[in-house]
C-alpha cells in the first residue's frame, strides 16, 4: 500500500513539472510580433517614384497604375489608369461644348492633365517603342508582331510623358508680323483682314498636338472688340470683329487656356496593380 | 461452518470482488488519477502565472490582437518626391520656358497622402518671388479650370536662366474664395466689398473723363484709370493705390437701368459683363482663365441682357465693382527649380 502511494506521488509531481512546462512553452518560446512593426518600416521610408503602392508611379499631377500586358492581335497593350492627385476641393466643375448644343459636365478631377505620350519595352538589349493615341486614352500599343511572348518583356518604361499646363499670351499681330508662338507647340497666325462696316480679323491657331486645340479662347484686347467666335465643327480659326471700319494697328490679341508641355524622362513602370 | 463461507456471509458490498481482483490495476489507478490531477494542477497554476509574466514582455500588442484588432498607427504622411510641403500640398515646379521675352514656370500641386485630393483645396499663394542673382516676384499667375493644380507663373523682362541657382519663394495668401458649385469646401475666409456709383450723362460712346478712385478699406485704394464703353463692349483699366502688398481680383458690369423692353420676350436689362464670366458657348467651347489676383490690369466686357434700341434706352448708367483682395502671410516657402526643368526660349 505504502508503494502504490509512494508511487502515485512521484507521477504527480511529474506530471506537475510536465503541465507546467507546457502551459509556459505555449507562451515563452515564440513571442508574437506586434503587427505594426512592418507597416511602420514600409510607409515610413518615402519612395522615390512610387507614391502609394509598388504598382503604382507618380508622374506630375497624377498617379499611373498600369496593368499587366496582354496581346491583342499583333499588338502588345497595356492597359492603365490614372488618378489625379490635384487638389480640388474648390475646383469647379467644367462644362464642355461638344457641338450641336450638346453639353458635358466634367468633374475636375477627371479632366486629362497627363499625357503619358511614348513608352519603351525591354527585351534583353532590344527596345520596342510604343505609344498612347491621346491623353484620354487608356492604353499604350506595342507594334510586336503575332507569336510575341509576354514574359520575355525585361523592363516597361514611359520615355515621355506631357503636363497640361495654363497659359495666357497676349501677342501683337499684323502686316509682316504674321504668326506668334503661344505656348509651346502652339502657334497664334494671323489668316485675313476684312475690313468693312466692322473689320473682321481671322487667326488660326496650329498646334503640334491636334488634342491641344481643344482647350483654346481667343479674344481681342483694348477697346472697340466685339465678341469672338470659334468657327464650327471644332476648326481652330477665330472670328474677331473689331466695331470699326479698319483693323487696329498693331493687332493685340489674347489667346489663353492650357497647353501640353512635352517632359522626356525615363521612368520604369511596375505593372500589376489594382485598376 | 466453514471460514470460507463465513468470510462470503460477512463480505461487505464495498470490498472489492474476489473473481476480478488484479495487483497491476490496483497500483495503475492511483497513479493515473495523480498524473491527471498533477498534470492539471500544474498547467493551472504554475502555466497560467508563466503566461502572465511572459506578456509583460510583449506588450499589450500580443493580448489586443486576441481581443480587438490592433490599431494600425497612421502611417507617415508622404508627399511625391521632390515636392515641398505647403499646408499639405505638395509644390513642385516642373517645367520652365521662355517666349516672347518672359520667363514661364509650371508649377504642380499634388496632395499630401494623408489629404484626399478631392476634399483638398487647392494651395492659394499670393506671392511668388523667383530668386537667384536677385529676386523678381511674378507678374502674373496663371489657372485655368481645365488644368487643376497647374500654375503657371508669367515673370516679365526675364530670360530663362542659366543655371539652376535659382528657386522660388511662395507666400500663402489670407485670401480663399467659395466658388459657386463648390458646396462644402472649407475655404470661408473672404476680404471683398463691392460697390457702384451713377456715371455722368448717358452718352455712348462713354469714356471716363478721369480716373476713379474708389477707397476699399486697409489704405487701399482703387484706381479705374479708364472705362470705355458703347452699347456692345467694354473697356476698362485699372490699378491699385496703396502701401502693402496686397493683390486684387476685380470684377465690373456697366447696368444700363431702365432697360426692360416690354415687346420682347427677354425681358433682361442690357449690361456689359467680363467677358471671362459668360463661360463656355458653342463659339468658345472651353472656359475662360481664372482672373488671377493682380496690383493692375484691364478687363474687356461683354453685352448680355436685351439690345439697346430707339425705343429701348437707358434712363442712367450704373459701373457696379466687386473686389477681392488678399496678403501674404506666414513664413516664405522654399521651392527649388530642378535643373531639368529649363527649356530655353521656344521662340
Known amino acids: 500500500m505504502l508503494g502504490r502511494v509512494a508511487a502515485s506521488f512521484i507521477v504527480f509531481v511529474i506530471a506537475l513539472v510536465s503541465g507546467a512546462a507546457l502551459s509556459g512553452g505555449a507562451t515563452t518560446s515564440e513571442p508574437i510580433e506586434p503587427r505594426t512593426a512592418n507597416t511602420a518600416a514600409t510607409t515610413s521610408a518615402a519612395p522615390r517614384a512610387v507614391f502609394v503602392s509598388p504598382s503604382e508611379t507618380l508622374l506630375g499631377p497624377a498617379v499611373v497604375i498600369a496593368g499587366e500586358p496582354y496581346m491583342s492581335g499583333s499588338q502588345l497593350v497595356i492597359e492603365f489608369d490614372l488618378v489625379s492627385l490635384a487638389p480640388t476641393g474648390d475646383a469647379p466643375t467644367i462644362e464642355r461644348q461638344l457641338g450641336f448644343g450638346s453639353t458635358r459636365q466634367l468633374l475636375p478631377e477627371d479632366l486629362d492633365t497627363l499625357f503619358l505620350e511614348s513608352w519603351s519595352l525591354g527585351i534583353g538589349n532590344e527596345r520596342i517603342s510604343g505609344a498612347t493615341a491621346n491623353p484620354a486614352a487608356r492604353a499604350a500599343r506595342f507594334e510586336v508582331g503575332d507569336g510575341f511572348d509576354p514574359t520575355e518583356i525585361d523592363q516597361i518604361a514611359i520615355e515621355s510623358f506631357a503636363v497640361l499646363a495654363p497659359f495666357s499670351a497676349d501677342i501683337q499681330l499684323g502686316v509682316g508680323n504674321e504668326s506668334q508662338i503661344v505656348a509651346p507647340g502652339l502657334t497664334a497666325r494671323l489668316l485675313a483682314i476684312t475690313q468693312q462696316a466692322k473689320t473682321i480679323i481671322q487667326i488660326e491657331v496650329v498646334s503640334d498636338r491636334d488634342f491641344n486645340l481643344d482647350n483654346l479662347r481667343v479674344s481681342g484686347i483694348g477697346p472697340g472688340w466685339l465678341s469672338a467666335v470659334r468657327e464650327a465643327e471644332g476648326r481652330p480659326r477665330w472670328n474677331l470683329t473689331h466695331e470699326s471700319s479698319t483693323a487696329p494697328d498693331p493687332i493685340l490679341v489674347r489667346v489663353e487656356g492650357a497647353s501640353w508641355i512635352a517632359i522626356d524622362q525615363s521612368i520604369p513602370i511596375d505593372p500589376g496593380g489594382e485598376r | ?347
Open chain 2, 1 to 347: 461452518m466453514s471460514e470460507s463461507l463465513w468470510e462470503e456471509l460477512t463480505r461487505s458490498p464495498l470490498d472489492p470482488d474476489p473473481e476480478y481482483e488484479s495487483p497491476l490495476l490496483d497500483s495503475l489507478i492511483p497513479m493515473l488519477i495523480a498524473a491527471i490531477v498533477g498534470i492539471a494542477i500544474g498547467f493551472f497554476l504554475l502555466g497560467h502565472d508563466a503566461d502572465s509574466t511572459t506578456t509583460t514582455t510583449e506588450v499589450a500588442a500580443t493580448s489586443t490582437s486576441r481581443a480587438d484588432p490592433p490599431a494600425l498607427p497612421e502611417p507617415e504622411p508622404i508627399l511625391p518626391d521632390s515636392y515641398v510641403d505647403a499646408a499639405g500640398v505638395g509644390l513642385r515646379a516642373v517645367a520652365a520656358y521662355g517666349r516672347d521675352g518672359n520667363l514661364y514656370i509650371v508649377v504642380n500641386q499634388a496632395a499630401r497622402s494623408d489629404n484626399p485630393p478631392t476634399e483638398l483645396p487647392a494651395f492659394h499663394a499670393s506671392h511668388w518671388v523667383l530668386t537667384g542673382p536677385g529676386e523678381e516676384q511674378a507678374d502674373r499667375v496663371i489657372e485655368s479650370p481645365i488644368a487643376p493644380g497647374m500654375r503657371t507663373l508669367e515673370f516679365q523682362g526675364l530670360s530663362v536662366p542659366s543655371v539652376a541657382e535659382a528657386g522660388l519663394l511662395v507666400r500663402e495668401a489670407t485670401q480663399m474664395v467659395v466658388r459657386a458649385g463648390c458646396q462644402g469646401c472649407g475655404a470661408t475666409a473672404v476680404d471683398q466689398m463691392s460697390g457702384e456709383t451713377t456715371l455722368d450723362g448717358l452718352q455712348r460712346p462713354h469714356s471716363l473723363a478721369e480716373p476713379l478712385l474708389i477707397e476699399i478699406g486697409s489704405g487701399m485704394t482703387l484706381s479705374i484709370d479708364s472705362l470705355d464703353f458703347t452699347n456692345e463692349w467694354g473697356y476698362v483699366t485699372w490699378h491699385l493705390i496703396d502701401e502693402s502688398e496686397a493683390r486684387l481680383r476685380v470684377r465690373f458690369r456697366v447696368v444700363f437701368e431702365g432697360t426692360d423692353d416690354p415687346d420682347r420676350e427677354d425681358t433682361n436689362p442690357t449690361q456689359l459683363v467680363p467677358v471671362h464670366l459668360l463661360g463656355t458657348s458653342q463659339q468658345n467651347p472651353s472656359p475662360s482663365n481664372l482672373q488671377p489676383f493682380a496690383r493692375g490690369g484691364t478687363q474687356q466686357l461683354e453685352r448680355v441682357g436685351e439690345l439697346i434700341t430707339d425705343t429701348n434706352q437707358p434712363s442712367a448708367l450704373i459701373l457696379r465693382w466687386s473686389v477681392e483682395w488678399q496678403h501674404p502671410v506666414g513664413e516664405p516657402i522654399e521651392l527649388p527649380i530642378m535643373e531639368e526643368v529649363y527649356r530655353g526660349p521656344i521662340d
